[in-house]
Structure formats: structure tokens, C-alpha cells
């Protein structure tokens, strides 16, 4: 089963417009919640990770943010370097990361 | 800024043949990881590799598949008699800590079985 949804899909912004990427995870006794960004062609870079309801970390344009059930990755005011596929991982209960799907971005100048 | 590299960045070999892919992770790191990416699919992990053995694995990394760490810098990740779906980006990864600190990845090498 998934442990790990990210919504939407893709996500075509204009230069200056902000919005949130959602992830939902099902895993219980959460281990810590990691995003990162995908460049085409590249490995994961790590981003942020996040361990407890509540808790907040920020990133030049980028918050991420968790609660009990789901994170959200704001994006404020995105530039055309902030294109990429930005991905959500949690630690199962079998200690393996699994990763979501990912959200592609796209920011038009 | 320390970082995982891997060689090559791109392999085509035949079905049936055996490939190695290497990867340097990071010096301070204890913990050590191969995930695959299909084109158009999710990450996946593979294999997990800690003290010198596995410490977890996935229903996919079976008899074919098998990792090492030859010396104190290198980890590799041999597949033996490829197969066509076998292609894809196969990523190193590294850790300080297990899964309590963030995993670092490599840029990947991109297996193509023909």
C-alpha cells in the first residue's frame, strides 16, 4: 500500500505566483519526513526534513511545513530556477524510505 | 560541499551481462543505500548496507543483484545477467545516521540493457 501521496502531479506557475505542494503519508509513529528536489537527469537533493506536528523550516522561497496526517511545501513568489520535481519521503515501519511520486513544477517567466 | 559520486553516469551493456556500479559516498558517513528510478516512476529502494552488511532489502534486490564495499571509500552494486527491465537510474545514497538524518544522494548512473 502507499505510505506516500503527493498531490497535485504537476503544477504550472507563473514567475511571482505562489502556491502548496501537498504530501499525505499513512505510516504511523512517524520517523521524520523528508522532502527533496529532482533536477531532470540528477539524484534527490535534500531539502528539509521535519519531525514533529507543528514544525516549520524555510528555505529562500521554499517552507515546508507538517502535520499529523500530511506536509505542505509552499513555494512563495517561485522563480524559473525553482522548476523541478520536488519529492516527499517517509521512513516505513520496515525502516525503508519510501519516496511519493513527486510534484513537477514548472515556473514561466 | 561533500557529495556521493558515481561512475559511470551512463552504462549500456546486452541482456545477460553483468555490470558494476560504483559510487564513493560520503567520508563521514556510516550508512550507505542503492534505490532505482524507472523512467516515469517513483524512487525505490533497493538495499540498505551498515558494518559492513545488509541491514535491509527489498523484494526486488534478490540473487541477481548483490552490494559491497571493497575498501574504505567504495560501495558497489553489481548486477549480475541484466535484464530489459532492469534499465534505469540506479542512485547511491549516504548517510550520518541511518534514517535519523537525511539521506544524500548521487546524480545516478543510468543503465540501459538493450
Known amino acids: 500500500e502507499d505510505q506516500v501521496t503527493q498531490s497535485p502531479e504537476a503544477l504550472r506557475l507563473q514567475e511571482g505566483e505562489s502556491s502548496s505542494l501537498n504530501c499525505s503519508y499513512t505510516?504511523?509513529?512517524?520517523?521524520?519526513l523528508f522532502w527533496y528536489r529532482q533536477d531532470p537527469g540528477k539524484g534527490p537533493e535534500f531539502l528539509f526534513t521535519?519531525?514533529?506536528a507543528g514544525e516549520e523550516k524555510e528555505k529562500e522561497r521554499l517552507k515546508a511545513t507538517l502535520t499529523k496526517k500530511e506536509s505542505f511545501l509552499h513555494i512563495t513568489a517561485p522563480k524559473p530556477e525553482d522548476s523541478a520535481t520536488y519529492l516527499c519521503?517517509?521512513?516505513?515501519?520496515?525502516?525503508?524510505?519510501?519516496f511519493g511520486a513527486g510534484t513537477t513544477v514548472t515556473v514561466r517567466a | 560541499e561533500p557529495e556521493v559520486t558515481q561512475t559511470p553516469s551512463h552504462q549500456v551493456t546486452q541482456m545477460g551481462q553483468e555490470v558494476i556500479l560504483r559510487c564513493v559516498p560520503i567520508?563521514?558517513?556510516?550508512?550507505f543505500y542503492w534505490y532505482r528510478q524507472i523512467l516515469g516512476q517513483k524512487v525505490e529502494f533497493l538495499v540498505s548496507?551498515?558494518?559492513?552488511?545488509?541491514?535491509?532489502k527489498s523484494e526486488i534486490f534478490d540473487d541477481q543483484f548483490s552490494v559491497e564495499r571493497p575498501d574504505g571509500s567504495n560501495f558497489t552494486l553489481k548486477i549480475r545477467s541484466t535484464k530489459l527491465e532492469d534499465s534505469a537510474m540506479y542512485f547511491c545514497?549516504?548517510?550520518?545516521?541511518?534514517?535519523?538524518?537525511?539521506?544524500?544522494f548521487g546524480n545516478g548512473t543510468r543503465l540501459t540493457v538493450t
Open positions: 545514497a549516504s548517510s550520518e545516521a541511518g534514517l535519523h538524518s537525511p539521506l544524500h
Open positions: 505510516v504511523s509513529g512517524l520517523r521524520g
Open positions: 521535519l519531525y514533529s
Open positions: 519521503a517517509v521512513p516505513g515501519n520496515d525502516y525503508k524510505l519510501s
Open positions: 567520508s563521514n558517513h556510516l550508512y
Open positions: 548496507f551498515y558494518n559492513n552488511e545488509i541491514s535491509e
